[in-house]
């Protein structure tokens, strides 16, 4: 969650610094500090706390320089203390760095340049790195035609075991800076006769919105004038500049408290953007542009295998429930982190997607790239267009939802429930969903964003509600079947984001054990809609009430729950017309026809993922 913004041109460093960590605020963070060079020094602030104690801080200095980087921490590595708190120098002063990332060979490092008399003021593993630099900046000349400072951070670098996501400023190169990146996003902004790195580009997206996406093992040095990318074996990279399709806008408050209550509300455009254009002319199924998969290949397809980290994961549990319901083709939704080393055993014909908001997991493109070296294909659901898994990816589904700035995934996960929801339309569509039933999911699809509204619109109502349980420390979220991955990522949300302890069970696992936690102290909040399992959720929630548990239910409009078992109910609006069929025991019954599939309209545009 640390945030990395740096800045080299003709305007004063520190005011352009100071913005941009204001922009990654929402990130979270415990310390920010930044860095300028002027009068052939270093001049340094850094403080535990917010921005705007920093912003108080710098106003101490006098920092004039046009050259500066800046950081807020989260700390990972020592305790959170100014003297933790980034950018570090190096013992020598010459260089200060931020970064990024776990350095996991930290320890064998330090012990080396302590052997060769370095020292450190810190405990954290970026110290280490920037006095590695300041090593090989001292001991060995650059080679021939290269700049001094830029050899020397590729040299160091070239023995970090770890992920990083740096910049560096050297007393001797004034007006310069270097950044690398290695599992850690890194963006650099092309202004006229200015340049910001940032790891996000809200930080830079008021100055510019031409940028270049960094990716792993690349180095960039940039002056005043120009920018060089190359790679840690120094070979040159041809600089691809996009330009950045949202505004500032779109990393503007406009009102809301904060991004994750405006990310709530944008929610039904973002439903709209990311079904637009993906149904068939016929209204019976949904179609990609950018799977980059024939309808014969995608035929042959005979397992689904869905990776993702966190709410992502959730999304693909989702989609896993509604693929295998209407496709009746197996999946698997696996954690992207724990695929990446569990070494599965992979047969068949799978086809793998990986869901990803930012497109920069770690953990998530760990994953993707385990099953590409396997020789397998790898799909995509992204919402940010030029990340590293959309780079990489052989094809996929990107969101449109815009920037996803609150560091709690929200539009972006309703986003992935309903791309998982096509995606189980157009294999059903493929196999033995028939052209009624197909119309009848479509137009479902279609009316959810007027639907995601008119829940919006309790807002006040549930806040209220909120208000009321606040001051439990204990929450279990319940649910089945597609509900049981909400209920996951209700608990998920709570904790993150209210730092209270919550869990999510399916609700019938409750019995098994965790029913020993409730009490009068511990409510619980069922997802409870009407449908083939509502009786045996009144169970569960008889259950909760027996031990005198609080119950929140969210149920749908119109639903009756018998008269005193729930102390909350949150009603979800419904279509007018029944689209309940989604909701049947199956959709495939006798009486269900089925008709061939259409003639694929889907594969007639070949618009390409990479181009959105
Ligand atoms: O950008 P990604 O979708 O790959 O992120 C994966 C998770 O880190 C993310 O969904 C996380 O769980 C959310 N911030 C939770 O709200």
């Known amino acids: 969650m640390c945030g990395i913004v740096g800045y080299v041109g003709r ?54 320089g046009t050259t500066g980087i800046s950081h807020t921490r989260w700390a990972t590595h020592g305790g959170v203390t ?63 035609g290269e700049s001094r400072f830029l050899d020397s951070v590729r040299k160091a670098l070239r023995h970090v075991e770890g992920t990083y996501g740096i910049a560096v400023i050297c007393t001797e190169a004034p007006g310069e800076l270097v950044a690398a990146r290695k599992g850690s996003p890194l963006i650099l902004g092309v202004g006229d006769n200015e340049f910001i790195i940032a790891s996000d580009v809200a ?3 008021s100055h510019t919105q031409n940028v270049v996406y960094l990716k792993d093992g690349e180095v960039v040095h940039v002056t005043s004038k120009e920018f060089f990318i190359s790679t840690l074996d120094q070979e040159d990279v041809s600089p691809v500049v996009d330009r950045v399709t949202w505004d500032i806008e779109a990393a503007e408050l406009n009102g809301h408290a904060h991004f994750m209550e405006k990310e709530i509300f944008e929610q039904p455009a973002a439903l709209e953007n990311s079904m637009r254009g993906r ?10 542009g950018g799977l980059n998969l024939g309808p014969v290949e995608f035929r042959q397809i005979d397992r689904f295998v869905f990776l993702g980290c966190g709410t992502a994961w959730h999304a693909c549990l989702v989609a896993e429930h509604l693929i295998e319901r209407f496709a009746r083709i ?98 059903a569509r493929m196999r033995d969903m028939s052209f009624a039933d197909g119309v009848e999911y479509v137009n479902a699809l279609k009316g959810a964003p007027a639907l995601v509204r008119r829940m919006l619109e309790q807002a006040p109502r549930i806040r209220e509600i909120a208000q009321r349980y606040a001051h439990h420390t204990d929450f ?65 929630i008889q259950e909760v009430k ?20 729930a102390d909350e109910i949150i009603t979800i609006p419904t279509a007018t017309r029944p689209c309940c069929r989604l909701w049947r025991p199956s959709p495939f019954s006798s009486s269900a026809t089925t008709s061939p599939a259409p003639a694929n309209a889907m594969w007639t545009s070949p618009a390409i993922w990479q181009n959105p």
């Open 11 to 64: 305007q004063k460093a520190v005011t352009i610094l100071i913005e941009g960590l204001k922009r990654l605020e929402y990130r979270g963070y415990d310390s920010a500090g930044l860095a300028v060079l002027q009068n052939d020094r270093i001049e340094l602030a850094k403080k535990t706390g917010r921005v705007a104690v920093l912003a108080k801080e710098a106003q101490k200095h006098r920092f004039t």
């Open 82 to 144: 100014d003297a933790n708190a980034h950018p570090h120098l190096s013992s020598d002063d010459k260089f200060a760095l931020v970064h990024n990332g776990v350095i996991e060979n930290y320890s064998a490092i330090k012990k080396f340049l302590t052997g060769q008399g370095y020292t450190f003021r810190s405990e954290t593993d970026t110290e280490v790195l920037c006095n590695l630099i300041a090593y090989h900046y001292a001991k060995e000349p650059a080679a021939p």
């Open 203 to 205: 930080a830079l997206i």
């Open 279 to 288: 149904f068939s002319e016929d209204g019976s199924t949904a179609k990609f």
């Open 330 to 427: 197996p999946v698997e939704a696996d954690y992207a982190s724990e695929f990446r080393y569990r070494n599965a055993p992979l047969s068949g014909n799978p086809l793998y997607f990986v869901f990803s908001q930012s497109g920069e997991t770690i953990d998530t493109l760990g994953a993707m790239r385990e099953a590409k070296r396997k020789g397998y294909k790898v799909l995509a659901v992204n919402n940010t267009v030029g990340s590293s898994i959309a780079r990489e990816a052989d094809g996929g589904i990107y969101q449109h939802v815009g920037p996803e700035i609150g560091v709690a995934s929200t539009k972006a996960f309703t986003s992935q429930l309903l791309i998982g929801a096509m995606l189980a339309l157009h294999v």
């Open 476 to 540: 279990l979220f319940l649910g089945r079947l597609s509900l049981f991955p909400i209920a996951l990522e209700g608990a998920l949300k709570l904790k993150e984001i209210s730092y209270i302890h919550a869990e999510g069970y399916p609700a019938a696992e409750m019995k098994h054990g965790p029913i020993a936690l409730i009490s009068e102290k511990c409510p619980s909040v069922f997802f409870a809609p009407k449908g083939e399992i509502f009786n045996k959720l009144l169970s569960s």
């Open 546 to 565: 027996a031990r005198r548990g609080p119950a929140i239910v969210i149920t749908t409009e119109g639903c009756e729950l018998p008269p005193g078992l």
